[in-house]
């Protein structure tokens, strides 16, 4: 994996949005050095010997890494990483994830064999902030990169299928849902991403240009200052600069989204290679 991210960073292409160079680059490297540190400590083959709590803090270190390989994976979007290049990123990540939430359950199952009561929680936990944002990401990539067949595991092993209303639309193709759920875990801002559509209506995507205009063009545009005083998501990364939901959601939805390409959050060429 190593390699082939430190390959793409060599030839990025043209940044998807304005960035300082100097500061992607200082970022990429931090993270690409935590996960060669991660690998050379023996990351990958501990499982087998680690019991009870070395187990458990095994699983919290990978925690740690899937989500460095996760703000890497937008770090390639914001600098221009080819679409193919970034599906394979995000083949990448969700495998750390995966393997997270099995080492998880390996721990549950050794600390339970030597008589702890304990009930170890999902992988991902949607209810909180931080882990809405990286369960959000997976699910919108895995749309907008042709990687569909990769939700149901994440779905079932990353969430335990602890999902709400946008979760659940995200994802209800690949897993065959009929109904999604009537929560929303972070009204703010998610809940107004429902409010124009309407059930049994034909999806309209310029419908949700008010939305993409007050969460996300009006956002950025307010000082960091003030973004801090704005009730909204929060997470690592200042949450999202890309609108990968709606994105996503026009792909699996349909129609027109002329009305949503002119906004500088809205990724089209992502959109474009997952409907191509």
């Not at 994996?1 to 990429?28: E, F, I, N, V, Y």
């Not at 919290?60 to 460095?68: C, D, S």
């Not at 991902?124 to 569909?148: C, F, I, N």
Request: charged residues 20%.
């Amino acid at each position: 994996m190593l390699p082939r991210w430190r390959a793409l960073a060599k030839a990025p292409g043209l940044p998807r949005r304005t960035l300082r160079l100097p500061d992607w680059q200082a970022d990429w490297n931090a993270g690409m050095a935590l996960l060669a540190r991660h690998a050379r400590n023996g990351g990958e083959s501990a499982e087998e010997t680690l019991q009870g709590h070395a187990a458990l803090e095994h699983a919290y270190g990978w925690e740690t890494v899937a989500q460095t390989g996760s703000n890497l994976l937008l770090k390639g979007i914001d600098r221009g990483f080819a679409p193919a290049a970034l599906q394979q990123m995000h083949a990448d990540v969700a495998d750390l994830w995966l393997e997270h939430a099995h080492l998880l359950a390996l721990a549950r199952d050794s600390l339970q064999q030597q008589g702890h009561d304990i009930a170890l929680a999902a992988s991902l936990q949607p209810r909180t902030t931080q882990h809405y944002e990286y369960a959000l990401q997976l699910l919108s990539l895995g749309v907008l990169l042709d990687a569909q067949d990769r939700l149901p595991a994440l779905v079932e092993q990353v969430l335990c299928f602890e999902t709400d209303r946008v979760l659940d639309y995200l994802s209800a193709p690949a897993l065959g849902l009929a109904e999604a759920s009537d929560a929303i875990f972070h009204p703010r801002p998610f809940a107004e991403l429902f409010a124009p559509l309407r059930d049994g209506e034909a999806f309209d995507p310029s419908l949700l240009a008010g939305y993409l205009q007050v969460q996300y063009r009006d956002f950025f545009l307010l000082s960091p200052k003030a973004q801090k005083r704005t009730r909204r998501l929060t997470g690592p990364n200042a949450w999202g600069y890309w609108a990968l939901e709606v994105a996503a959601l026009v792909v699996l939805y349909g129609g027109d989204d002329a009305a949503l390409r002119t906004c500088p959050h809205y990724p089209s060429d992502l959109v474009d290679f997952a409907r191509r």
